[in-house]
């Protein structure tokens, strides 16, 4: 079945630094889409993409979907204290159409260092 | 504001029991998701639906049932309830081609 990996599964960074997460997924993607949890919370949806090639950016996160559909990243530009938390990327495999089933990465955990 | 809600954000059971996890939605949506989340291994889906009385299995099924009697509420059914059971449980609701929405979660223990 689908696979879906996320590197590094762990980082620690001095605030300030930047970050990247890399997702990729053994099969094509309709969309990706990226998720943070919060220490004790839970997924909150953060952005879709879903043209090959596509890169979105939300003040200091930039998000790009390869041309292939088959791997994404998150790059956080001079990390801060509210950075912290779990990175989930998240996708339906190109025959679902994008409906129903949605496999998600194993995630990254943030922590960045004040 | 869309809202998932958990019977429980914290429950205990026994080796044996069989437990039931409720999950409700209020945004009408079609699909509805259950997930286990374990330390390393990110969130893995067990069941979902995209109808009511329509169910799929997800990558880790088994010890596992689901129902869905209607639209907004799908639960999770713990048969004989064991220790590697134990876990986060995490119900999501959405509508096709779009985000998920996360109810709060339930902690699961089972001694």
């Known amino acids: 079945g689908q696979q879906v990996m996320q590197i590094p599964q762990y980082q620690h960074v001095q605030e300030g630094e930047d970050f990247t997460t890399y997702c990729n997924s053994s099969?094509?993607?309709?969309?990706i889409q990226w998720y943070k949890q919060r220490p004790g919370g839970h997924p909150v949806f953060l952005i879709q993409l879903v043209k090959s090639g596509e890169v979105k950016k939300q003040k200091r996160l930039t998000f790009q979907f390869g041309e292939a559909k088959k791997n994404s990243s998150l790059h956080i530009t001079a990390t801060q204290t509210t950075d912290v938390g779990t990175y989930f990327c998240?996708?339906?495999?190109?025959?679902?159409?994008?409906?129903?089933?949605?496999?998600f990465g194993t995630g990254t955990k943030l922590q960045v260092i004040p | 504001d869309v809202k998932v809600t958990q019977s429980s954000r914290y429950l205990v059971k026994r080796t044996g029991e069989k437990v039931f996890l409720e999950c409700v939605q209020d945004?009408?949506?079609?699909?509805m998701f259950w997930y286990r989340q374990d330390p390393g291994l990110g969130l893995r889906l067990i069941y979902f639906s995209y109808d009511v009385k329509m169910k799929e299995k997800g990558d880790i099924p088994e010890g596992y049932s689901v129902s869905r009697e209607k639209k907004e509420r799908f639960s999770l059914i713990l048969e004989s309830a064991s220790t590697n059971q134990t876990s986060m449980y995490l119900c999501a609701s959405r509508p096709p081609l779009a985000e998920q929405f996360f109810g709060p979660g339930t902690r699961l223990t089972v001694l």
């Open positions: 945004m009408d949506h079609e699909n």
């Open positions: 998240a996708g339906p495999p190109w025959e679902s159409g994008g409906y129903q089933k949605v496999t």
């Open positions: 099969t094509t993607l309709s969309n």
